[in-house]
């Protein structure tokens, strides 16, 4: 089984995380994703604190990751509450040992990368997720080699 390590960032404050970046991490080579608000915005919508990478989760998990989940605090109350909430989230996940799924990656717009978000969408049961890079200091054509890099079979 292949590990990758995903470091969710966020802020804690009344009881309430809100993410907003995630960075995938594999063989000492990283990715920062930022979140867009509307992302972001999910957690509020399904109550649900992850809800904004459950599609990038799951992909992972049916390619056959097992993910090291850590949960960073940016900003927070040091709440009782924040303390279990990182020991109850800070955890490894183990990914689907049956029919294992290539990951698909592709750009919003192929005709110009450099202009486009990428999107990832798992063969299996078609999970996706759009890493919108515009917040990013990389380009996205870089960004997708190096996504390629941290997911490879090796």
Same mark, same amino acid.
């Given at each position: 089984m292949r590990t990758i390590n995903v470091n969710v960032e966020g802020?804690?404050?009344?009881?309430?995380?809100?993410?907003? +970046?995630?960075?995938?991490?594999?063989?000492g080579i990283s990715l920062p994703i930022f979140l867009t608000a509307?992302?972001?915005?999910?957690?509020?919508?399904?109550?649900?604190?992850?809800?904004?990478?459950?599609?990038?989760?799951?992909?992972?998990?049916?390619?056959?990751?097992?993910i090291n989940q850590t949960i960073e605090i940016i900003n927070g109350?040091?709440?009782?509450?924040?303390?279990?909430?990182?020991?109850?989230?800070?955890?490894?996940?183990?990914?689907?040992?049956?029919?294992?799924?290539?990951?698909?990656?592709?750009? +919003?717009?192929?005709?110009?990368?450099?202009?486009?978000?990428? =999107?990832?969408? +798992?063969?299996?049961?078609?999970?996706?997720?759009?890493?919108?890079?515009?917040?990013?200091?990389?380009?996205? =054509?870089?960004?997708?080699?190096? /996504?390629? /890099? =941290? /997911? +490879?079979?090796?």
């Open positions: 802020d804690y404050e009344s009881g309430c995380f809100t993410m907003f +970046s995630v960075r995938l991490e594999s063989n509307k992302q972001t915005n999910l957690a509020i919508y399904f109550d649900d604190a992850f809800e904004p990478i459950l599609g990038l989760r799951n992909i992972l998990l049916e390619s056959g990751f097992n109350d040091d709440s009782e509450d924040q303390m279990q909430f990182v020991k109850d989230f800070n955890r490894t996940s183990i990914g689907w040992s049956e029919e294992i799924q290539p990951i698909k990656m592709t750009f +919003s717009d192929n005709k110009n990368p450099d202009n486009s978000n990428i =999107i990832m969408e +798992s063969c299996g049961d078609g999970y996706t997720f759009t890493i919108f890079t515009e917040t990013n200091d990389q380009t996205p =054509i870089k960004m997708m080699n190096t /996504l390629k /890099l =941290i /997911l +490879s079979q090796d």
